[in-house]
């Protein structure tokens, strides 16, 4: 190798190297689309019941709407499952009220009940009135 093919080649390389860097990161540009199996309904729906002011041991002040009773179950169908609870109860009351239209709910009751049915190892209700408060405008 005389010294000017090892000039050359030392002129070269780098713009090698930049154009083998330029090649490499324009192949990750490019349109790439990202696909999920949540929507915005669903997604939408499930927070629902965090739009629902809860009323248990007190009333709400104010004039409300009665939107009508709901109720929520929570039902633990096998043994192996997780126990039925009053607070996923409280949650499904809260969704039902949701989908009157309601933004507040006064729970009247809740049962834990522990005996076997056919259809659950233990089950939680919940019982209420759906409600519609007046909202103020921020």
Avoid: H, W
Avoid at 3 to 20: E, G, I, M, Q, Y
Avoid at 30 to 47: H, K, M, P, R, V
Avoid at 48 to 71: C, I, N, R, S
């Amino acid at each position: 190798m005389t010294n000017s093919d090892l000039t050359t080649a030392l002129k070269t390389a780098p713009k090698s190297v930049l154009l083998l860097s330029a090649l490499l990161l324009g192949g990750c540009a490019g349109e790439y689309t990202f696909n999920s199996n949540l929507d915005g309904q669903a997604i939408d729906d499930y927070f629902k019941a965090g739009d629902v002011q809860l009323f248990q041991e007190t009333q709400p002040k104010g004039p409300y709407e009665l939107k009508g009773m709901v109720e929520g179950e929570s039902c633990q169908e096998r043994a192996q499952d997780v126990p039925a609870s009053i607070g996923e109860a409280r949650t499904m009351a809260r969704r039902a009220a949701a989908d009157k239209g309601a933004n507040g709910l006064i729970i009247k009751r809740c049962a834990l009940i522990e005996e076997p049915s056919k259809a659950c190892v233990s089950q939680a209700l919940c019982v209420g009135q759906a409600i519609l408060l007046p909202t103020t405008e921020k």
